[in-house]
């Protein structure tokens, strides 16, 4: 699996939006991009997912650059209960086995 | 409601003593995996199952073993416990299939051997 590169943390404000950067410049033609957050020990939770385009779910934007080497995780109106450690990975297609490095860990202020 | 269901939660024993930590789903998912999580080091892969009957190694295999003979559980089996194996333990599931479905976590179990 491709290695992925994050800040290790950010502040953002509620309300506004969150955009978490995440490297990947030796991604594969056939990797997807995952995104995934853990809040304090909990399982982690899957967020949003993409292969090449961008793509919206009721959580978040997932923003993919047209070479595929980076990307960017979207959550438009930051919330406190949003505070988490926010994990990029990617993962061929038919790949099973999820690696998860450090991630960022995400703090929204009041 | 979708879920995967671990017990139990939070579990204190000794070095030797067999342990097993169970893993349900209720999605009717192919695929099972177990990760351990340890500080500095991420989620690792224990082992994974494609199917009934189907299991595989992951990334840090050894002191674990498993088994997949119904296919909504996948319990983890600790023969001989020993502290480094002292972790948070996560098990997941998916659908097999196209467009590479998410994995699906529990909420963790976290093991602490004496």
């Known amino acids: 699996d491709a290695k992925t590169t994050q800040p290790t943390s950010m502040d953002c404000a509620e309300g506004r939006a969150a955009n978490l950067p995440c490297n990947h410049s030796?991604?594969?033609?056939?990797?997807?991009v995952y995104w995934y957050r853990q809040i304090h020990s909990q399982g982690p939770q899957y967020i949003i997912h993409g292969l090449k385009n961008n793509e919206t779910n009721e959580m978040a934007s997932l923003i993919i650059t047209e070479d595929r080497k980076s990307s960017t995780l979207i959550l438009p109106h930051a919330t406190l209960r949003d505070t988490a450690v926010y994990y990029c990975i990617v993962s061929p297609n038919a790949g099973n086995m999820l690696t998860f490095g450090g991630g960022t860990r995400l703090m929204v202020k009041p | 409601e979708a879920q995967v269901t671990q017990n139990p939660r939070y579990l204190i024993t000794v070095t030797g003593k067999k342990l097993t930590v169970t893993c349900s789903q209720n999605m009717n998912h192919e695929y099972m995996s177990w990760y351990r999580q340890d500080p500095g080091l991420g989620l690792r892969q224990i082992y994974y199952?494609?199917?009934?009957?189907?299991?595989d190694k992951g990334d840090v295999p050894e002191g674990y073993k498993v088994s997949r003979k119904e296919k909504r559980n996948f319990p983890l089996i600790l023969e001989s416990p020993s502290p480094n194996q002292t972790s948070l333990y996560f098990c997941?599931?998916?659908?097999?299939?196209?467009?590479?479905?998410?994995?699906?976590f529990g909420d963790g179990t976290r093991l602490s051997i004496l």
């Open positions: 030796t991604i594969s033609g056939n990797e997807y």
């Open positions: 997941a599931s998916r659908r097999m299939g196209l467009s590479n479905q998410p994995q699906h």
């Open positions: 199952s494609m199917n009934v009957e189907v299991t």
